[in-house]
C-alpha cells in the first residue's frame, strides 16, 4: 500500500517567517500534486510536479519533486494570514489504474 | 468551464436515520467521481469511485453506499446513519484515474 507521510502535521508561525512542509513516501509517484484546502471548502488544486528534481514557482510558493520521486516539498516564502489552511499532497501510481493517494495533510496558521 | 455541486452543505441527522447526498458535474462528460470523507483537519479518505454509470467501485467496507444514476450525478447514501458517520464528505471529479482531482464545496454531516 502507498503511502504519504506529510510533516510538520501542525505549524504556526508569524506573518513574514519562511516555511517547509514534505511530503515523504518510500513508493515511487507519476506525480505528485499539491492542494490547500481553507476552513469549510473542498481542496484547491495549486500545482502538479511530474519530473523528478522538476521545482515549479507559484508566487511566494516554490514545490519540488524529489530526483527519485518518491518525495516532495513545498516552501513558502514570507508567509502571509492568507496562506493559512490545510495543505495536501496527493500522489499519482506508476500504473495508469491507480487512485490518487493523498497525504495526512499539514495545517498551517499564520499569525499576522 | 467546469463546475461541481454538492448539497446539502451542511446536514444534522439522528442516528438510524437515512442519508442521502447529492454531487452533480457541469460542463464535463464522462468524468471519474469520487467520494471522500475528511476527519477534522486530517487528510482524506476515499469512500466510493466511478468511472461510468452504474459503475460503483468500494475502498473501504462501511455503513455508507453510493449510486451513479446518471453520468454527471453521484450520490452518497446510508439507510441508517451510525455516530461514526460524521463528518466531511467531499465529491470530486476527474478526467481519468490518478490526474489531477477537482472538489466540490463539501458537506458537514452532523450524526446526534
Known amino acids: 500500500t502507498q503511502l504519504l507521510e506529510q510533516s510538520p502535521q501542525f505549524l504556526s508561525i508569524q506573518e513574514g517567517e519562511n516555511l517547509t512542509v514534505y511530503c515523504n513516501s518510500s513508493?515511487?509517484?507519476?506525480?505528485l500534486q499539491w492542494y490547500r484546502q481553507e476552513p469549510g471548502e473542498g481542496p484547491v488544486l495549486l500545482v502538479t510536479v511530474v519530473t523528478g528534481g522538476e521545482v515549479k514557482k507559484l508566487k511566494r510558493l516554490t514545490f519540488q519533486f524529489g530526483d527519485a520521486r518518491k518525495d516532495s516539498s513545498l516552501h513558502i516564502t514570507a508567509a502571509q494570514p492568507g496562506d493559512t489552511g490545510l495543505y495536501l499532497c496527493?500522489?499519482?501510481?506508476?500504473?495508469?489504474?491507480?487512485?490518487?493517494?493523498f497525504g495526512t495533510g499539514t495545517r498551517l496558521q499564520v499569525f499576522p | 468551464s467546469q463546475t461541481i455541486h454538492q448539497w446539502p452543505a451542511t446536514l444534522v441527522q439522528p442516528v438510524g436515520s437515512p442519508l442521502s447526498l447529492e454531487c452533480t458535474v457541469e460542463g464535463t462528460s464522462n468524468p471519474n467521481l469520487y467520494w471522500y470523507r475528511q476527519a477534522a483537519g486530517r487528510g482524506l479518505q476515499l469512500l466510493f469511485y466511478?468511472?461510468?454509470?452504474?459503475?460503483i467501485s468500494s475502498e473501504v467496507p462501511q455503513n455508507l453506499s453510493a449510486s451513479r444514476p446518471q453520468d454527471r450525478q453521484f450520490i452518497l447514501s446510508s439507510k441508517k446513519l451510525l455516530l461514526s458517520d460524521s463528518g466531511f464528505y467531499l465529491c470530486?471529479?476527474?478526467?481519468?484515474?490518478?490526474?489531477?482531482?477537482?472538489f466540490g464545496p463539501g458537506t458537514r454531516l452532523t450524526v446526534t
Open positions: 513508493s515511487v509517484f507519476s506525480s
Open positions: 496527493a500522489g499519482e501510481g506508476l500504473r495508469n489504474t491507480d487512485k490518487l493517494i
Open positions: 470530486a471529479w476527474s478526467l481519468g484515474e490518478g490526474v489531477e482531482q477537482y
Open positions: 466511478s468511472v461510468g454509470i452504474g459503475q
